[in-house]
């Protein structure tokens, strides 16, 4: 997988700064997960491009490989917004379309094009349940109700 090439530090093939860090990675997966990346990688001619991220932290760059590579990250909720701000200033597939605020910390974000049916598998999943309770709230009163009478 590419995150078994990443951990063994293999093919990489473009390096990513940001502050006086720089991180190497994958042409292939940072563009198939990012249209700014896929874009930049397009216009350039260099066989292993130096692509510096004004304005980006190092530990958001780190969590957005992390998310990149693996479909999942860990971001302390302190830092949710900036992250989240550095995503969609990349366009990070999975995270700069969605609308996502301090209230709602997922646990696991996905970059594959599965995320959408899994966010919504989720929320039906979840709706289902407040439903079910719902109704079991409401047969409990009817029954309570026709006790009564």
């Known amino acids: 997988s590419f995150q078994e090439l990443r951990t063994a530090g293999e093919l990489f093939d473009v390096t990513l700064a940001c502050e006086d860090e720089t991180v190497e990675v994958h042409k292939v ?3 198939a997960c ?12 260099q066989i292993h491009p130096f692509i510096y991220l004004k304005g980006v932290l190092h530990q958001d760059l780190l969590a957005l490989l992390d998310y990149i ?3 999942q990250t860990k971001v302390a909720a302190e830092d949710l917004d900036r992250f989240i701000e550095a995503a969609q200033e990349l366009k990070i597939t999975g995270l700069a ?10 646990t696991r ?7 959408s049916y899994e966010k919504e598998k989720n ?3 979840e ?3 407040e439903n079910t309770e719902n109704t079991e709230n409401t047969e409990n009163t009817e029954n309570t109700e026709n006790t009564e009478n």
């Open 29 to 31: 997966v940072i563009a």
């Open 34 to 45: 990012s249209p700014f990346f896929r874009q930049v990688l397009l216009k350039t001619k």
């Open 69 to 71: 590579y693996t479909g």
């Open 97 to 106: 379309e969605q609308d996502m605020s301090r209230t709602e910390t997922p």
């Open 109 to 115: 974000l996905d970059c594959s094009e599965n995320n």
């Open 123 to 125: 929320m039906t999943e």
């Open 127 to 129: 709706n289902n349940t």
